[in-house]
C-alpha cells in the first residue's frame, strides 16, 4: 500500500514536502506518480518519477517550482513543492505502476497505476 503525508495549509509563496512511501513492496520496481484534484475539476498528473533510473516528468503547470525525489532506502518517494500558487490547491495522490518503456506517458488515462495512496490535501492561501 502507499501512505501519502506532508499535506497542509501554507501561504501563497511559500513550500511543503509531500512523502509517499510503500509499504509491501518495493518502489523502485516502479514508476511512482504524484497527482491531484480539487473540486469540481478532473484529476491531473503532477510529476512521475521511474525510481530505478531517476527519470522525471513534470506537468507545465509545475516546471521549476516541483521536484521528485526518491529514497530507495526508505521506500519513500518525495514532492518538494515551492513558490506555492493559490491554484496548487487541491488533494494530492500518489500512485505506483509498472514501468513499461521510455516511450510511455505515466500521465495517459489508457495507463493503469496499480496501488494509490489515500491523498494528501494541500491548501494554498492568498
Known amino acids: 500500500q502507499l501512505q501519502a503525508s506532508g499535506g497542509g495549509l501554507v501561504q501563497a509563496g511559500g513550500s511543503l514536502r509531500l512523502s509517499c512511501a510503500a509499504s509491501?513492496?518495493?518502489?523502485?520496481?516502479?514508476?511512482i506518480g504524484w497527482f491531484r484534484q480539487s473540486p469540481g475539476k478532473e484529476r491531473e498528473g503532477v510529476s512521475y518519477?521511474?525510481?530505478?533510473?531517476?527519470?522525471?516528468h513534470y506537468a507545465d503547470s509545475v516546471k521549476g517550482r516541483l521536484t521528485i525525489s526518491s529514497d530507495n532506502a526508505k521506500n519513500t518517494v518525495y514532492l518538494q513543492m515551492n513558490s506555492l500558487k493559490p491554484e496548487d490547491t487541491a488533494v494530492y495522490y500518489c500512485?505506483?505502476?509498472?514501468?513499461?518503456?521510455?516511450?510511455?506517458?505515466?500521465?495517459?488515462?489508457?495507463?493503469?497505476?496499480?496501488?494509490w495512496g489515500q491523498g494528501t490535501q494541500v491548501t494554498v492561501s492568498s
Open positions: 509491501g513492496f518495493i518502489l523502485d520496481e516502479y514508476v
Open positions: 500512485a505506483a505502476g509498472p514501468v513499461l518503456d521510455e516511450y510511455v506517458d505515466y500521465f495517459s488515462p489508457v495507463y493503469e497505476y496499480h496501488y
Open positions: 518519477i521511474t525510481t530505478s533510473d531517476g527519470r522525471t
